[in-house]
């Protein structure tokens, strides 16, 4: 069985989605009554693979909105009693979505292994960042050429590349052979760490890294205030928005500038569960986050451990095999072009 940890993008929409779900008490609640609130275990959904095979998984709400990001003490309990549910109900592998995994790193949970009287079992969670990984990677190498970019003369930016899913982009580019990568982040230390491991790459600050680049990657979790200089951009230029939460649609919307949702699948059919429209899925029936889709894929090839864990620790052979069970069993990575269903994925030409 597998399982999914997510939250609600906004504290009003999570007030929307209470009242929608008949939990008044809850609508009316103020965010002091949602801090103290536990987590809850939504919905129990069948997935079928293209190969047949059934699996069964669970949703569970952490009850935690972004607006809490700043209470660290709330922030930890949040997650950590999440986990604890999930492991309470006996679910093999579970991802923990959004921000989930941020704050389990950030936070440093892995010291708090005892939550009430739960042992925490930390093979039992992944934080699906090899599938997101090797996911962005394919939108990279897919839609740059039906732009007319050619990725082996390209000049790529990754922003956020000392990150987890960061650095596994920039090994993955690096295999498949890009012209340049441009390496941003704000810390410089990192930077340099994995340019040195990298053996190539060079390190530029956010705002002269942009009007070089033919593809910006990103994924860091960008500030609301941050501004784009649309005119300064490259035409065409290919962004892929991976970062949580997805708001480069309106910061870079130009022409010649295409903006694709980052780290977002499709499944090859779509799935009767409601847990998607909370994230504003373009095709919320069969849409979803990558890192969802790993605990999925891992319960599908029956791989009960942690197969994303900790930061920087992920390797080709790794992102090859998620890689490769993503496609057998249905998923296929967002493109330019329409999904399946009614709505387009996003593209400002
Ligand atoms: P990490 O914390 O490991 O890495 C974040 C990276 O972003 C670091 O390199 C960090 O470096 C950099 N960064 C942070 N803020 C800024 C900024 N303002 N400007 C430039 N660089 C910045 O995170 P992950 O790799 O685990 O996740 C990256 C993003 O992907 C997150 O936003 C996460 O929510 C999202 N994500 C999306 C998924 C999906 O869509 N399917 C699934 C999983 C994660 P420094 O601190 O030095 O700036």
């Known amino acids: 069985m597998f399982g999914l940890i997510g939250h609600s993008t ?74 604890e549910l999930v492991q309470r109900s006996g679910i093999d592998i579970t991802a923990l979505g959004g921000f989930t995994s941020i704050i389990f790193e950030d936070l440093n949970l892995l010291r708090e292994e005892r939550i009430s009287a739960v042992q925490l079992d930390w093979q039992r969670f992944t934080t699906g960042n090899t599938h997101t990984a090797w996911v962005i990677c394919q939108q990279v190498e897919r839609n740059a050429p039906k732009l007319g970019i050619d990725l ?20 993955w580019l690096q295999r498949t052979g890009v012209g340049e990568l441009l390496l941003v982040a704000r810390r410089p230390q990192p930077l340099v760490a994995l340019q ?16 070089e680049a033919d593809v910006v990657v990103w994924v860091a979790s960008l500030p609301q205030s941050l501004t784009i200089d649309t005119d300064s951009l490259k035409r065409p230029c290919l962004m892929i928005d991976g970062g949580y939460p997805k708001n480069l649609d309106t910061k870079a919307a130009a022409a010649g500038i295409h903006v694709l949702k980052g780290g977002i ?6 799935i009767g569960w409601q847990m998607m429209e909370l994230a504003e899925m373009a095709v919320p029936e069969r849409q979803m986050f990558a ?18 864990w900790g930061r920087n620790n992920i390797n080709l052979a ?9 496609l057998r069993h249905g998923f296929k990575s967002l493109g330019l072009e329409p999904a399946s269903s009614s709505s387009p994925a996003l593209s400002i030409a």
């Not at 890192?291 to 994303?308: G, R």
């Not at 790794?318 to 993503?326: P, Q, T």
């Open 196 to 211: 040195e491991s990298l053996g190539e790459g060079r390190i530029l600050p956010l705002e002269e890294a942009l009007p």
């Open 10 to 83: 906004s504290f009003e929409e999570a007030r929307a989605k209470a009242r929608s779900l008949g939990f008044d008490e809850f609508a009316d609640g103020d965010l002091d009554m949602w801090c103290s609130a536990p987590p809850q275990l939504v919905e129990h959904v069948e997935v079928t693979s293209r190969t047949g095979k059934v699996i069964k998984g669970a949703y569970i709400d952490s009850v935690f909105v972004p607006e809490m990001l700043r209470r660290f003490k709330t922030a930890k309990r949040k997650v950590l009693k999440a986990m």
């Open 291 to 308: 890192c969802f889709a790993e605990a999925m894929l891992l319960d599908f090839e029956d791989i009960h451990t942690n197969f994303s």
């Open 318 to 326: 790794a992102m090859d095999l998620i890689g490769e069970a993503s």
């Open 265 to 270: 699948v499709e499944f090859w059919q779509d």
């Open 152 to 171: 082996a003369r390209a000049k790529v930016a990754v922003v956020g590349a000392s990150g987890d899913i960061g650095s596994a982009v920039c090994r």
